[in-house]
Nanobody
């Protein structure tokens, strides 16, 4: 059984940094993309950072230059370094992996940016 578990969320002040981690247990066949999404109440879940199937990194304009996605060679751990956080970054963050048998999601973790 595949499980994705996020960690590292919390409450920070504007301008501070936070790093999220996603740990994968179980086997995912033929991984294509790996990414981070976020969602706020009443809005759709949005993709903010991803590794494409070719291995390149893509970022949403809202986080470009501030966030960095990384992963280890086993593709069992993925992270999101978030710098210069803003109040509008407040959301529930989800890790996602697309494999040949479908999409896998973590349970989500809250990030709150507030003074």
């Amino acid at each position: 059984q595949v499980q994705l578990v996020e960690s590292g969320g919390g409450l920070v002040e504007p301008g501070e940094s936070l790093t999220l981690s996603c740990t994968v247990s179980g086997k995912i066949f033929s991984i294509s993309t790996m990414g981070w999404y976020r969602q706020t109440p009443g809005k759709q879940r949005e993709l903010i950072a991803e590794f494409t199937s070719e291995g390149s990194r893509n970022y949403a304009d809202s986080v470009k230059g501030r966030f960095a996605i990384y992963r280890d060679n086993t593709k069992k751990r993925m992270g999101l370094m978030m710098n210069n956080l803003r109040p509008e970054d407040t959301a529930v963050y989800f890790c996602n992996i697309q494999g040949s048998l479908g999409a896998y999601w973590g349970q989500g973790i809250q990030v709150t940016v507030s003074s």
